[in-house]
């Protein structure tokens, strides 16, 4: 059965760094997209960061600058490196992926809180 397993949430000051990690398991095919979602208490699930398998990257505008998505093709398995950390960036981020197989298929990793707070 296909498992999409984060890691590297935690709590971090204002200003840090954290890096969140993703890795498949329970697959012998590639993903289309990848990528990591958001949701923070009371509000709806959003974007953060997608990459597509061919290396193009989608951000949301409120994390352009301070975050950056790697993927591994290989590996299957994606990561998102997270600078210049805010309050606001606080929230449960959740691993993305989808693949095609005659329809679209979603998958979902568990979600891993990250919080940030002085």
């Known amino acids: 059965q296909l498992q999409l397993v984060e890691s590297g949430g935690g709590s971090v000051q204002p200003g840090g760094s954290l890096r969140l990690s993703c890795a498949a398991s329970?697959?012998?095919?590639?993903?289309?997209?990848m990528g990591w979602y958001r949701q923070a208490p009371g509000k709806h699930r959003d974007l953060v960061a997608t990459?597509?398998?061919?290396?193009?990257?989608n951000y949301a505008d409120s994390v352009k600058g301070r975050f950056t998505i790697f993927r591994d093709n290989a590996k299957n398995t994606v990561s998102l490196q997270m600078s210049s950390l805010k309050a606001e960036d606080t929230a449960v981020y959740y691993c993305?992926?989808?693949?095609?197989?005659?329809?679209?298929?979603?998958?979902w990793g568990q979600g891993t809180q990250v919080t940030v707070s002085s």
């Open positions: 990459i597509t398998s061919g290396g193009s990257t």
């Open positions: 329970g697959t012998f095919f590639s993903f289309n997209d």
């Open positions: 993305y992926a989808d693949h095609f197989r005659g329809s679209w298929y979603e998958y």
